[in-house]
């Protein structure tokens, strides 16, 4: 081994480089987009299934000439379980729980091990972190100690079903939380079938899921026991007519939440973008605010023309020495809370509305008080044009098309526009 010195290893950690980096004998740097970075065991086992399996418990960021000789030796002790037949994955627990592990991995172990094998790809650490919180919330208390292939319809349905309650009103996590309800049953159908798929792939746990069926599954499962109801797959938004009076009150309040929820209606930006914006993306001169591709759901840079509105705003905000963060959070050098902006909204207009409606009501608003063309709507919003034939002839960003745009809205949410912006530091004093 030693393809990657412990240099060569920093230098990639920091350049922030996706993909699986070699090292040699089956041992590889992965970094995913969002820069995080993990050490990977590539294998084929003895029935010719290919694994990539994370090795936890190493920082390749902080990695040293000592900690890189450890991670090589864990590589070669994996190897040889690899040439004596068994499944490295099955023996995760260490080797007292193999015998136990080929009886069926409980379901916190199969969650843990999906997370493990596939947080290194996901774009944030929150993605992961969502995961973890949700299942530790809502699941493992039911099942987490249930052999993975033992859980029934009847236990999710339970899961589903739990008491929860919502600014004071009593209820089931399905019928007070339905969007938390919907990703818990996801995150659920998506761990089983992982585990299943690696069972199947093992001739010591592969009797445990024949005729198997995915309990968590929706369509003619669970969808059948909750009342016909589905899903949520829409965000619920405030009415485009009512916004200007919102954003009324919402500028007579200083705190950061306000704040950071302005600029996202001023913007038409995700709650993510919004939170994890840094100083050095705003260019504040030019009035442009540039989102990474490693920020953005489409993963592609994003141009936010700022209108005379925001960019007074962000002209106003205080910034945080040692916090590279436009919208700091309570934490030392960390954003503000993903759940700060919802709930500066359930304060002051109650329980139903997102955040992420008012890009809902942006669009409505385009469509039905303007004469801008969908495509423009289309990447104010940054989203993915799924006609290929209207995707190749759109090379651009129309940024001075979307500049007018933008201010045209600013000035609709502002009622007294331009006007508006020379009474703007009133409202933060």
Same mark, same amino acid.
């Given at each position: ?39 990977? +065991? ?6 010719g299934k290919r694994r990539l399996m994370t090795l936890e418990g190493y920082s390749p960021a902080g990695t040293t000439a000592a900690t890189l000789k450890a991670v090589e030796a864990e590589v070669e002790r994996l190897r040889e379980v ?37 947080? #290194? ?46 600014? #004071? ?58 009342? #016909? ?16 009076? +919102? ?110 409606? +008012? ?39 129309? +940024? ?16 007294? #526009? ?12």
């Amino acid at each position: 081994m030693g393809q990657l010195t412990v240099k060569a290893i920093a230098s990639l950690v920091a350049a922030r480089s996706p993909g699986l980096h070699a090292h040699g004998r089956g041992l590889y740097l992965a970094i995913g987009k969002s820069g995080s970075a993990t050490w990977t +065991f590539r294998y084929t086992t003895r029935e010719g299934k290919r694994r990539l399996m994370t090795l936890e418990g190493y920082s390749p960021a902080g990695t040293t000439a000592a900690t890189l000789k450890a991670v090589e030796a864990e590589v070669e002790r994996l190897r040889e379980v690899v040439k004596a037949g068994d499944d490295p994955l099955a023996e995760r627990g260490g080797p007292a729980e193999i015998e136990q592990r080929s009886a069926g991995l409980t379901f916190k172990e199969a969650a843990l091990d999906y997370i493990a094998a596939n947080k #290194g790809a996901w774009k944030n650490e929150k993605h992961a972190q969502q995961w973890e919180n949700t299942l530790a919330s809502y699941v493992y208390p039911h099942v987490g100690d249930k052999p993975v292939h033992t859980v029934t319809t009847t236990d999710v349905k339970a899961i589903l079903e739990q008491p929860h309650s919502r600014n #004071g009103k009593t209820g089931t996590l399905w019928s007070n939380a339905r969007e938390t309800a919907s990703r818990v049953r996801s995150r659920i159908e998506i761990v089983i079938s992982a585990a299943k798929a690696l069972g199947l792939g093992d001739k010591k746990t592969a009797p445990l899921w024949i005729n198997h069926r995915n309990p968590a599954q929706w369509k003619d499962n669970l969808n059948r026991l909750l009342n #016909g109801k589905q899903a949520k797959s829409h965000f619920k938004a405030m009415d485009w007519n009512d916004v200007p009076a +919102f954003m009324s009150d919402l500028l007579a309040k200083t705190d950061y939440s306000a704040r950071a929820l302005a600029l996202t209606i001023l913007c038409a930006t995700r709650t993510n973008e919004t939170i994890n914006a840094t100083w050095s993306e705003v260019d504040l001169k030019n009035a442009v605010w540039t989102i990474p591709a490693a920020r953005m759901k489409a993963g592609r840079e994003h141009r936010v023309p700022l209108s005379t509105i925001a960019l007074e705003l962000l002209n106003q905000v205080p910034r945080v020495d040692a916090n590279p963060y436009v919208f700091p959070g309570a934490r030392a050098k960390q954003p503000l809370s993903n759940m700060a902006m919802l709930e500066m909204l359930r304060g002051m207009r109650g329980d139903g509305l997102t955040v992420h409606g +008012f890009r809902s009501a942006f669009r409505d608003w385009i469509t039905e008080t303007t004469v801008h063309p969908d495509v423009i709507a289309e990447q104010a919003l940054a989203h993915t044009i799924n006609d290929k034939t209207v995707a190749a002839y759109r090379r651009g960003d129309a +940024f001075e098309r979307r500049k007018k745009l933008m201010q045209q809205w600013a000035d609709y949410l502002t009622v007294e #526009g331009q006007a508006y912006a020379n009474r703007w530091s009133t409202f933060l004093a």
